[in-house]
């Protein structure tokens, strides 16, 4: 659909060609269904279904690698222009001027509020409160891809009612160990009830674990895979489960009380992550077929 060359909204780190990768297998790599065929995305088809219609992607840096995949697809069938970024490039605006088509990226990497130092040490997050870069835009969106989790692992210190409750890896303070999955799970809880009480339909991107081998991100740890990893080859780690955990605990509650079943206003979109980040083009792509049939088959 794509390549290397022809987009312009890759990045000079996923850009893995570039970069000297040297198999190109991955290109063709995919997610396949178990009980059916899941078809390729429709660029066409989908601007025509869109037209008029404003999408937006909130979470953190693979909710941006995302929108930078179907920016790559889309921009195939017509160029697109940038009507808004902040200083940092952050957030961003996309619009397909023909179709009247918005994209949106949003920066809101724990979707509630939060104060995040420039050492990214001692994170302020208030677990009471949405993140306004998101929530105050909300209304304006008719479709959203959500995501979070990552960035909980960092150290910080939650607060409720501008008090504070406890803290994630805080020695020396004095604080209760709050366990970032009970202050995930009270974020996700936040959102969902606020959007439960809204209009639009949302997909939440659970969390895409690290398939870094012979190591982590910060001890030498690669993802030089040639193939793909066989089903029951790979594993999740606790933190990786804790987040799932919390995340289908979340949906499981909503299709308990007969939610999913009556509106499906808020779909789960479930992924798995290569290494961090992905290549592009590469298996991320398939986030879009999974999108389309989400939203239009569905």
């Not at 009612?161 to 366990?179: D, F, M, R, S």
């Not at 030498?220 to 040639?226: A, D, K, L, Q, S």
């Not at 509650?253 to 009556?262: A, D, V």
């Given at each position: 659909?794509?390549?290397?060359?022809?987009?312009?909204?890759?990045?000079?780190?996923?850009?893995?060609?570039?970069?000297?990768?040297?198999?190109?297998?991955?290109?063709?790599?995919?997610?396949?269904?178990?009980?059916?065929?899941?078809?390729?995305?429709?660029?066409?088809?989908?601007?025509?279904?869109?037209?008029?219609?404003?999408?937006?992607?909130?979470?953190?840096?693979?909710?941006?690698?995302?929108?930078?995949?179907?920016?790559?697809?889309?921009?195939?069938?017509?160029?697109?222009?940038?009507?808004?970024?902040?200083?940092?490039?952050?957030?961003?605006?996309?619009?397909?001027?023909?179709?009247?088509?918005?994209?949106?990226?949003?920066?809101?990497?724990?979707?509630?509020?939060?104060?995040?130092?420039?050492?990214?040490?001692d994170i302020r997050l208030d677990l009471d409160?949405?993140?306004?870069?998101?929530?105050?835009?909300?209304?304006?969106?008719?479709?959203?891809?959500?995501?979070?989790?990552?960035?909980?692992?960092?150290?910080?210190?939650?607060?409720?009612?501008?008090?504070?409750?406890?803290?994630?890896?805080?020695?020396?303070?004095?604080?209760?160990?709050?366990?970032?999955?009970?202050?995930?799970?009270?974020?996700?809880?936040?959102?969902?009830?606020?959007?439960?009480n809204s209009s639009g339909k949302v997909l939440?991107?659970?969390?895409?674990?690290?398939?870094?081998?012979?190591?982590?991100?910060?001890?030498g740890g690669t993802c030089n895979r040639t193939?793909?990893?066989?089903?029951?080859?790979?594993?999740?780690?606790?933190?990786?489960?804790?987040?799932?955990?919390?995340?289908?605990?979340?949906?499981?509650?909503?299709?308990?009380?007969?939610?999913?079943?009556?509106?499906?206003?808020?779909?789960?979109?479930?992924?798995?992550?290569?290494?961090?980040?992905?290549?592009?083009?590469?298996?991320?792509?398939?986030?879009?077929?999974?999108?389309?049939?989400?939203?239009?088959?569905?």
């Amino acid at each position: 659909m794509y390549n290397n060359e022809s987009c312009s909204f890759i990045t000079e780190d996923q850009n893995c060609i570039k970069n000297g990768r040297p198999d190109l297998g991955f290109l063709y790599w995919r997610w396949k269904p178990r009980d059916c065929e899941l078809p390729r995305f429709n660029a066409v088809r989908f601007l025509e279904s869109m037209r008029n219609k404003h999408w937006a992607f909130v979470g953190d840096s693979i909710s941006r690698n995302h929108v930078q995949s179907l920016l790559c697809i889309l921009s195939k069938v017509e160029a697109v222009n940038e009507v808004y970024h902040d200083k940092g490039f952050r957030n961003r605006r996309w619009h397909f001027p023909s179709y009247n088509f918005s994209l949106t990226v949003i920066w809101s990497p724990f979707l509630v509020e939060a104060y995040v130092p420039e050492d990214m040490q001692d994170i302020r997050l208030d677990l009471d409160k949405l993140d306004n870069t998101w929530a105050d835009q909300y209304t304006s969106f008719d479709y959203m891809v959500m995501s979070g989790g990552k960035w909980f692992l960092r150290t910080a210190t939650y607060y409720e009612n501008n008090t504070i409750v406890g803290c994630h890896y805080c020695p020396g303070k004095n604080l209760t160990e709050y366990g970032l999955d009970n202050a995930y799970r009270k974020a996700l809880k936040l959102v969902i009830d606020f959007v439960l009480n809204s209009s639009g339909k949302v997909l939440y991107r659970t969390t895409t674990p690290d398939h870094f081998e012979y190591g982590s991100w910060n001890t030498g740890g690669t993802c030089n895979r040639t193939a793909p990893y066989k089903e029951g080859e790979a594993s999740l780690n606790d933190m990786e489960v804790i987040f799932r955990n919390v995340e289908l605990e979340a949906f499981k509650h909503l299709e308990t009380i007969g939610y999913l079943g009556k509106r499906q206003t808020l779909k789960l979109l479930n992924t798995r992550n290569d290494c961090l980040h992905w290549c592009l083009p590469g298996p991320i792509d398939s986030w879009n077929d999974l999108v389309m049939e989400m939203v239009l088959n569905d």
